[in-house]
């Protein structure tokens, strides 16, 4: 359950300088009216912070479960300061929802667990579309904005 507070605005130290940092996003395409306005929020705010456009790669997978292989291809392959995975799962009436956020998430434990650089988590788990939106832009902030502060500060970790 989100707080009163918006996560987006709330950074307990400040963001370091990004601009001489390289950035990879696995973002799924499911969902791509919540993973774009995620996608968007994560650009806009590595930029922001110094950024430069052509140190941002973005790369596109069908769903949500695909992140995690996604991430691990751009973890030893490219030379990234950090990985953001962006996704949404909005639960419905099979088990599944249950499936996929596991999965997604023992994925990127595991990948945090063994890579040399930092995957940041951003798949939301939210029980119905307003959810989704209120935390892509709407009223929560946006939980790809939130990541990508997640991954300049990680980055310099």
Not at 36 to 42: H, P, V
Not at 118 to 139: C, E, F, H, M
Request: glycine share 10%; net charge negative.
């Amino acid at each position: 359950m989100a707080t009163a507070l918006h996560l987006s605005d709330y950074h307990p130290v400040d963001i370091p300088d990004a601009s001489n940092m390289n950035f990879g996003i696995v973002v799924a395409d499911w969902n791509h009216e919540i993973t774009g306005a995620l996608l968007k929020g994560a650009v806009d705010t590595l930029e922001e912070h110094g950024a430069l456009p052509e140190n941002i790669h973005i790369k596109h997978v069908p769903g949500s479960f695909e992140l995690v292989y996604g991430a691990q291809q751009m973890s030893k392959n490219d030379g990234f300061d950090a990985i953001i995975i962006l996704g949404s799962v909005i639960r419905g009436e099979t088990p599944h929802f249950d499936y996929i956020c596991q999965g997604v998430t023992y994925g990127i434990a595991h990948l945090n667990a063994t890579q040399n650089i930092p995957v940041i988590y951003g798949l939301l788990t939210t029980n119905d579309l307003q959810q989704a939106k209120d935390r892509s832009g709407g009223k929560l902030g946006n939980k790809g904005s939130e990541c990508a502060a997640d991954a300049i500060m990680m980055a310099k970790f």
